[in-house]
């Protein structure tokens, strides 16, 4: 897709001239911007009327506007940058409904994406590997903690991997022959990620990848992938597809350990209870209760 959207245009620079020139001068230079523009909103950065921007983009072999938007979307969409994409919800006015239809669309695809064998062969990894390393950075942070939080429940030798101590060089040392390794990780992917997913190979590590297509740079480390689209209505990546897979794997997982997992959450709670961490809903409006016990 890459190619033959950029050849169009290439192609259609060599003969371009006048008004057709200016038009195809922002879209090489600017693709960001112009993939969601409005037609007219690109004739005006353009300088050029709405009905050249047409003529233009008929003229080098695309359906029209809306075809030439789709296939420059689907090449940008990898690299857009945080600013471009509120700049696209500014100009489109996303609403509450908008947000959750983009969200309802994000989870159907989900479901396209993963088959439920593909989810129990990677829950059966999880159960069966001798220690998990859970990271994810920026925003995929918080499903990985979710993750490694539900997983450290019912499951002993789970580890969450962060930078926020600046050690994770260090942390990569835990990491054993037979361990798996679970990074999660969307566009734009984080370097450190990255360079952990090569380390765990090295280490000898079985990896899972929970990331956004077949071709990212993390799914072509990994033993197995799943798949999340991870597109929002605004500036930022979308975690709900991400929370449904990591979610679905917990479910898979406490079926696969069976009551050695439940043991594990009992003993949980015994400590729990011991130590009275957690307050009950109908003690919540004691005024007391912190200096009882």
Wanted: proline share 3%; net charge positive; aromatic share 8%.
């Amino acid at each position: 897709m890459r190619g033959d959207f950029y050849a169009k245009i290439r192609e259609f620079t060599l003969t371009a001239k006048g008004a057709r020139k200016k038009v195809v001068t922002f879209l090489l230079q600017k693709p960001e911007e112009a993939a969601f523009m409005t037609i007219e909103g690109l004739a005006t950065a353009s300088g050029v009327s709405a009905g050249m921007v047409s003529r233009t983009v008929r003229e080098m072999g695309f359906d029209g506007f809306a075809d030439m938007q789709s296939q420059i979307r689907q090449v940008v969409r990898k690299n857009i940058s945080s600013s471009i994409r509120i700049r696209r919800a500014r100009q489109d006015g996303s609403t509450f409904r908008d947000c959750v239809r983009w969200e309802m669309h994000n989870l159907a695809q989900l479901m396209k994406l993963n088959c439920e064998e593909t989810i129990r062969k990677a829950a059966s990894m999880l159960a069966k590997a001798p220690a998990v390393h859970v990271l994810g950075l920026r925003s995929s942070f918080a499903p990985a903690y979710s993750l490694a939080f539900g997983l450290g429940q019912i499951k002993q030798n789970v580890n969450l991997m962060d930078l926020s101590s600046g050690l994770l060089a260090e942390q990569a040392k835990r990491l054993s022959p037979k361990d798996l390794m679970v990074i999660i990780s969307f566009p734009r992917y984080v370097r450190e990620s990255l360079l952990m997913a090569q380390e765990a190979k090295t280490a000898g590590c079985d990896l899972l990848a929970i990331t956004d297509s077949f071709s990212s740079p993390l799914a072509m480390q990994a033993d197995m992938a799943l798949l999340a689209p991870f597109e929002s209505s605004s500036y930022f990546n979308s975690t709900v597809a991400m929370y449904g897979i990591t979610n679905s794997l917990l479910v898979t997982v406490a079926q696969f350990l069976g009551e050695k997992g439940v043991q594990q959450l009992e003993r949980l709670s015994t400590i729990e209870t011991r130590w009275k961490l957690l307050i009950n809903s109908e003690d919540a409006w004691r005024p007391n209760l912190l200096d009882e016990g």
